[in-house]
């Protein structure tokens, strides 16, 4: 109970603090716009391309909204998410060595493990928060649609696909961001090693070598593609789960050495 | 309650503190003198279980400080050198956060952020952003977020740096008034500070204990051959022959001439041999006039620059070892 009490303790802290300065606002807004554009683009080049096929006589089959708008939207987003998640990640840690406060929250009654995951979860449920002001756009669908709306399935898996690939960021991040007093190097330190993790999927081709293979397993777009279709399969939440829990761990142990090296 | 033995603190190329022990019991207030990096942030670190100890046992209110964090943490308010605060955070908001982390249940919180805020005067900045508050509102501020559970135990960095000479007085009157309710340790190298707030002192010097005493104690030990101090009327000449034989006295010497036949003298005797009622017969009988007589005090500031340059004269290669890292905060 006291743990509980503790983590939300965090949260409420560090949200405090994404609200209290331009950063959550900024990520918000610049998450809303992108996706909203992004949204645009593809649901005009939806209508274009339906017009043109009823034109044509291909109307007999219908062209999925969740197919050619909502999961290109969703994969679009990811790639905001790799550029987004060091913003919300940066400051975690680093402001709080800068700062001094870091001794406040090691002589409390804390767990360093309650610190880790109160950080972390305010910054996924921040994220959280982004992707359910971006599904608005989606929801016009069910309005302007209403004939034939999307199907949620594919949406509500293509989201989770979203948040897990996004939260590995941020755990990975909030590592990262123990590392320094720093919040900037903090910051580009989890882009650049974002960027890495983000790539290793680029390796997958049908003819590479085993150890190709495995690399490219980890890479971390590879697990979105099913269930951008809808596909929610054990394997792919599993994969995104572990690497949290991997974050988390990273950072856990390496607010715990430096309390030995200090 | 505190109680610590043989605490070591070894870092890979120096000591910072070594084979500290002492105890504080409740309600006492301690103070911890100690020139700049002697190892006073340190100790109060390992106790507070910011960082732990490489050998030695150090426990408050009968819990281990290393077996059992928690505990210890949760009887413990501790202010370090640089208050910790949060910039972005209103004083009233801040004292909230930090009461729901040292565990002060809800129903409680608002009522014990109120008591802190009016213990330690900052009631009247409760809605300020800290990052806008002047340096000793910042201090007191950092004082409550230390009270704000009602800890047993008070551990207090320096918390009087920094400040100018009108809000030291207040900050020292809080502590005194938070003594006997809580039992204080308490770090500075501002002497006069010790002498007026602590009931016992620590004194600390390259990371070893140089002394352990009441103020008082301190200074009256440390006078070692009780010096006195006499103004006589007479010539300076006859009444240095004349103090010279008086059984007991070991040392003398003419420190000032006050008028071409009045003079003062100082005089070192044997330790713990009273010698005043023979000193003042000896000038009565030689029909001088004795204007004064009394004792002279090492003042603690003395002592302090004695027992810390006495050690280093003792220690020439600790005093080589670089300290600087242990006073830094990390």
């Known amino acids: 109970m006291t743990a509980l009490g503790n983590v939300s303790a965090i949260v409420a802290k560090e949200w405090r603090h994404y609200f209290g300065s331009p950063i959550a606002w900024v990520a918000l807004f610049v998450w809303t716009m992108l996706f909203g554009i992004f949204y645009y683009f593809m649901f005009t080049f939806f209508l274009q391309q339906s017009m043109m096929g009823q034109g044509a006589g291909f109307g007999s089959q219908p062209m999925s909204l969740n197919e050619m708008v909502i999961a290109p939207v969703l994969q679009n987003m990811a790639v905001v998410a790799l550029f987004l998640a060091p913003m919300l990640t940066m400051r975690l840690f680093a402001e709080e060595k800068r700062q001094g406060t870091l001794e406040l929250l090691a002589t409390s009654p804390l767990t360093n493990l309650q610190i880790v995951l109160g950080k972390f979860l305010a910054a996924a449920g921040l994220y959280a928060l982004m992707i359910l002001a971006g599904l608005l756009n989606i929801a016009l669908l069910w309005y302007y649609a209403s004939s034939s709306p999307p199907e949620w399935k594919p949406i509500a898996t293509g989201c989770l696909a979203l948040l897990l690939m996004g939260s590995c960021f941020l755990a990975l991040g909030t590592f990262v961001s123990t590392l320094t007093r720093n919040q900037i190097v903090a910051g580009i330190l989890s882009f650049c090693l974002f960027l890495g993790i983000w790539t290793l999927g680029w390796a997958d081709e049908p003819a590479a070598s085993d150890l190709v293979k495995v690399i490219a397993y980890l890479g971390i777009t590879t697990h979105m593609e099913d269930l951008l279709k809808g596909v929610l399969d054990l394997k792919d939440v599993v994969f995104y789960l572990s690497f949290i829990g991997f974050g988390l761990f990273l950072a856990h142990q390496s607010i715990e050495s430096q309390r030995w090296r200090a | ?330």
């Open chain 2, 1 to 330: 309650m505190i109680e610590v033995s043989n605490l070591t603190k070894r870092y890979a190329r120096h000591t910072a503190v070594s084979g500290v022990s002492f105890s504080v019991k409740k309600g006492e207030i301690l103070g911890f003198l100690g020139p700049n990096g002697a190892g006073k942030t340190t100790t109060m670190r390992i106790l507070t279980g910011y960082l732990p100890a490489t050998e030695g046992i150090a426990t408050v209110g009968g819990y281990d400080v290393f077996e059992s964090p928690l505990e210890v943490k949760r009887r413990v308010g501790y202010l370090p050198e640089t208050p910790p605060l949060y910039a972005d955070m209103s004083v009233s908001a801040y004292l909230d956060f930090v009461a729901r982390i040292k565990g002060v249940p809800g129903r409680e919180r608002a009522q014990r952020v109120d008591e802190a805020m009016e213990k330690c005067r900052v009631g009247d900045v409760r809605d300020t952003l800290i990052g806008k508050l002047s340096k000793g509102y910042r201090q007191r501020v950092g004082l409550a977020q230390a009270i704000i559970h009602n800890p047993e135990v008070l551990i207090l960095d320096e918390p009087t740096a920094g400040l100018d000479p009108k809000q030291i007085i207040e900050t020292r009157d809080l502590i005194k008034g938070l003594g006997g309710e809580h039992t204080i340790v308490l770090s500075t190298h501002i002497l006069p500070e010790v002498s007026m707030t602590c009931s016992r002192v620590v004194i600390i010097n390259n990371g070893r204990v140089v002394a352990e005493d009441t103020p008082e104690a301190l200074t009256h030990r440390l006078r070692g051959s009780a010096g006195l101090r006499l103004q006589v009327k007479g010539l300076p000449g006859a009444v240095f022959d004349a103090l010279r034989v008086v059984p007991g006295v070991t040392d003398i010497r003419q420190v000032r001439d006050d008028a071409h036949d009045t003079a003062t003298f100082e005089v070192e005797a044997e330790p713990g041999r009273e010698v005043r009622p023979e000193l003042a017969r000896a000038v009565v009988e030689k029909g001088f006039g004795l204007l004064s007589l009394g004792e002279v005090g090492m003042s603690l500031e003395q002592v302090f620059l004695h027992l810390t340059t006495q050690d280093a004269a003792e220690a020439p290669a600790a005093e080589g070892a670089p300290d600087a890292g242990a006073e830094e905060p990390s």
